[in-house]
């Protein structure tokens, strides 16, 4: 049938505070992830990127933690900005060339 | 300027017709994938091409085609077998394993 669109999970943020966006992933073996942001009607971004020797990666105003244990990932966006609302995907390399994306993040950004 | 071409934006096509989507990338990137993306929901993967003229099924290759001819092209057909084609189809590429894919703008097919 007919796809039916979901609502995605969304985190309101207000303006300069902090946003920390979770996903769960899939794959025990997966040992590279991203995150990407999506701008309506546009393709993904590149955000950040970890391997799973790392638990950590800081980029500019991003930070990404990986917490293989419970099989977790999060980014934090400090000091949100208007420009930072977007849908937020997180991927995991299962196997080379094939990147699983979760189900997104809409944030908002309120003055 | 490098980077990934996905052509046309917005694409109509007449049920039972098959209807062909351009991807183009000039990154030199060895990988490149097929992507839908229905509204609201995260993207799921069609085809992916490691290397020329080799690719494989992603989880929802029915009633779709690939080709992978040349590094840099790597064409998608949605077939009238596909059911539901009404959607945005990214394309990305990239240079090797454990490396960011880079996205294109995506194509809009509508079915009327």
């Known amino acids: 049938g007919e796809s039916v669109g979901l609502h995605l999970p969304t985190l309101s943020v207000q303006e300069g505070d902090n946003s920390i966006i979770n996903c769960a992933y899939s794959n025990s073996a997966s040992d590279y992830f991203i995150w990407y942001k999506q701008e309506s009607g546009k393709g993904p971004q590149f955000i950040i990127d970890?391997?799973?020797?790392?638990d950590k990666r800081q980029g500019q105003r991003v930070t990404v933690l990986l917490n293989k244990t419970v099989k977790h990932l999060s980014l934090q966006i400090a000091a949100t900005q208007p420009g930072d609302s977007a849908v937020y995907f997180c991927a995991e390399q299962v196997a080379w060339g094939k990147l699983q994306f979760g189900a997104g993040t809409q944030v908002v950004v309120t003055p | 300027d490098g980077g990934i071409t996905q052509s046309p934006k917005y694409l109509f096509r007449k049920e039972g017709q098959n209807v062909t989507l351009s991807c183009e990338q000039n990154l030199n990137h060895d990988a490149m994938y097929w992507y839908r993306q229905d509204p609201g929901q995260g993207l799921r993967l069609i085809y992916y091409s490691q290397i020329v003229n080799d690719f494989q099924k992603g989880d929802i290759a029915e009633g779709y085609s690939v080709s992978r001819e040349k590094k840099e092209s790597f064409p998608l057909t949605v077939t009238s077998a596909q059911k539901n084609p009404t959607a945005f189809y990214l394309c990305a590429s990239s240079i090797r394993r454990d490396t960011e894919a880079f996205f294109g703008q995506g194509t809009r097919l509508t079915v009327v």
């Open positions: 970890i391997r799973s020797n790392m």
